[in-house]
């Protein structure tokens, strides 16, 4: 499993995209208010995740895959994906931040709040794209495609991470956001469930 | 409400209303007529 | 799912019904437009009003009457009424003066009633200014009375100002959007099938039952467009409910995207299925979410929601739930004929293949 790890996907790639998208970012906006930090701050992460998931699954494919199939089960194989897409998106987060503060100012006034959204939020999306990178690898055609069907799928957490990060940099106020909290979580474990009862019949071929 | 001695006369009630819904009515009762012979035909189709 | 013929004639019928009675029960009467709407306490105003669904000049003998409710307490009867057309009129009221403790400005609804159509009222008819009684101003006896709210015979739909005869549309979009759920759980639902038996036919009936669904979304948010357009003001504002169906669309849209490049059939439908019911697990939620985002952000659609559910009238729902049934219904059938020809031809390609091997 720790191999898994190991081999996932390159990251000085990640590096880069992460550092050209926040600095076409800074060209574009002169400056921003903190509602277009905490949207673009989401946006890029989920972007750069995506490539990464993508990536992450390149090894599933063709032989390779059934190399890996001889080897574990498949619960295995995939958790061990979503556990590395888990960290990788923290290294992206912490990037993004700090690209994004280094070039935009750094609206946040509740770092708790924000740090529990983001963590929250790195479950869920690593879950979705690692099946959804699953899914794709599966496919022998058109691999572009999916990360953008995915994004109606993404809406859930993007939209409720966004809320809450927006309160966590003041530029919302509203007093009830544990409730949102609640339900950011409920969806990561909808997603959890979803995927381990679904993981097996992508698996097998 | 007058009395309808004429189908005429009740087509135009109410600001000739009824001449729409007569309208809509006749649409929708060809479609489902249409999807009617959709079904026979299939399942004339299934029984061979 | 086979529908038996008599569900599928009823369903027919349903729609029928909800077609010609969602056409021909009147509105009930309504406030259309106030002039003048500002006026200062103490004056005598003349408050000239144009009624919906109103026929004044029918009767002779019909008797109008007109109040303004200035708060729970105050109701100020008008002293004379004077019908200046089928739908117009002019009331007199003598506005009283404003007590210490009143804000500097209350608005008062305006409400009419005659004997032969009923009450209809228009909130925030009148913004009537502050003006505390001088001891030199003569001293006034406005007329506070309780007001008589008559109902006449005969079912009526609700009046709404913005929504007028539109309101009938509630009949005939609402349904869609009931039945293009009902038609996604089902699609789901075969997926889940699918993915236990293996058999062909799930994945069949769940592609058909997602291709009606993803029809009737279009056909509603068409119909929800033209609807916002001339009632909200613009075909698309981002409206809860408006983005949470194009959301679904899009989902959906997917799924066949998804079915489309993949050749291998056993393949396709295996990953399919679990496309399906992970995005369908993952609608859910989307649809509870949503509506939570905008109540924090702004205060909602300014105008009447295009969703029926909260404000039903009773006679609405004598029309409404049956159309409701009877789409879902159609619904039914439509996937069904398309599930069963995909079927057959399934089968025919099979013959024939088997013919060259």
């Known amino acids: 499993m720790v191999a898994q790890w190991r081999s996932q996907s390159s990251l000085p790639a990640i590096i880069l995209y992460v550092l050209s998208t926040t600095f076409i970012v800074f060209s574009a906006f002169a400056r921003i208010d903190e509602r277009n930090w905490v949207v673009l701050y989401w946006i890029i992460l989920v972007l750069s995740a995506a490539q990464s998931a993508q990536n992450s699954f390149r090894d599933s494919e063709g032989m390779s895959g059934w190399y890996y199939f001889s080897i574990c089960k498949v619960e295995e194989y995939f958790f061990s994906k979503v556990a590395a897409n888990f960290f990788l998106l923290a290294l992206m987060a912490v990037l993004t931040f700090l690209c994004l503060s280094l070039f935009s100012g750094m609206p946040i006034r509740d770092f708790t709040l924000f740090l529990e959204v983001n963590i929250a939020a790195w479950i869920g999306l690593s879950l979705l794209f690692s099946f959804l990178g699953f899914l794709n690898a599966k496919i022998e055609g058109q691999r572009g495609l999916l990360p953008l069907l995915s994004f109606p799928l993404l809406l859930p957490i993007l939209l409720e991470v966004i809320k809450l990060s927006t309160i966590s940099a003041g530029a919302m106020i509203d007093t009830e956001y544990a409730a949102d909290l609640y339900i950011l979580l409920a969806v990561d474990a909808l997603i959890l469930a979803m995927t381990l009862m679904l993981i097996r019949y992508i698996w097998q071929s | 409400m007058q009395l309808i001695s004429t189908m005429e006369e009740f087509f135009i009630q109410n600001g000739k209303i009824w001449v729409v819904v007569a309208v809509i009515t006749a649409i929708f009762i060809g479609i489902v007529i249409y999807l009617a012979y959709l079904d026979r035909k299939l399942k004339k189709l299934e029984k061979e | ?357």
Do not use: C
Request: overall charge neutral; aromatic content about 14%; proline content about 4%.
């Open chain 3, 1 to 357: 799912m086979q529908l038996n013929w008599t569900f599928k004639i009823f369903g027919a019928a349903l729609i029928l019904y909800s077609l010609i009675w969602g056409l021909l029960i009147p509105l009930k009467p309504g406030v259309v437009s106030v002039e003048p709407r500002k006026a200062t306490a103490g004056q005598n105003v003349e408050i000239e009003y144009e009624a919906y669904n109103v026929d004044y000049l029918k009767d002779e003998e019909i008797e109008v009457s007109a109040w303004l409710l200035l708060d729970s307490v105050r109701t100020l009867q008008a002293t004379d009424i004077q019908i200046t057309g089928s739908q117009k009129a002019v009331a007199f009221f003598q506005l009283p003066y404003f007590k210490e403790s009143d804000p500097s400005v209350m608005s008062a609804t305006l409400v009419i009633t005659d004997s032969i159509h009923g009450y209809a009222l228009l909130p925030s008819a009148i913004i009537i200014q502050k003006k505390l009684q001088d001891s030199a101003d003569a001293t006034q006896n406005p007329l506070f009375t309780q007001v008589q709210i008559d109902y006449p015979e005969g079912s009526t739909f609700p009046f709404r100002n913005i929504l007028k005869e539109t309101i009938r549309n509630t009949y005939y979009h609402v349904p869609l959007w009931f039945s293009m759920i009902i038609l996604f759980l089902l699609s789901a639902y075969k997926s889940i099938k699918y993915l236990r038996t293996k058999k062909k036919s799930h994945d069949i009936w769940a592609r058909s039952y997602a291709e009606i669904a993803i029809i009737l979304g279009v056909l509603g948010l068409i119909t929800g467009a033209i609807w916002a357009r001339f009632t909200w003001g613009a075909f698309w504002s981002w409206d809860v409910k408006q983005f949470t169906s194009a959301v679904a669309l899009l989902i959906y849209l997917s799924y066949f995207i998804l079915r489309s490049s993949i050749s291998d059939p056993d393949k396709r439908a295996r990953l399919t299925a679990s496309y399906n019911i992970f995005a369908f697990a993952l609608l859910i939620p989307l649809l509870f979410i949503i509506p939570r985002l905008t109540d924090s952000l702004h205060p909602g659609n300014g105008g009447n929601p295009a969703m029926g559910g909260e404000d039903l009238d009773s006679t609405m729902r004598w029309v409404f739930y049956p159309a409701v049934i009877g789409w879902i219904l159609m619904g039914l059938w439509l996937s069904e004929l398309k599930a069963r020809y995909l079927v057959l031809r399934s089968k025919k390609e099979e013959e024939f293949m088997s013919v060259w091997t």
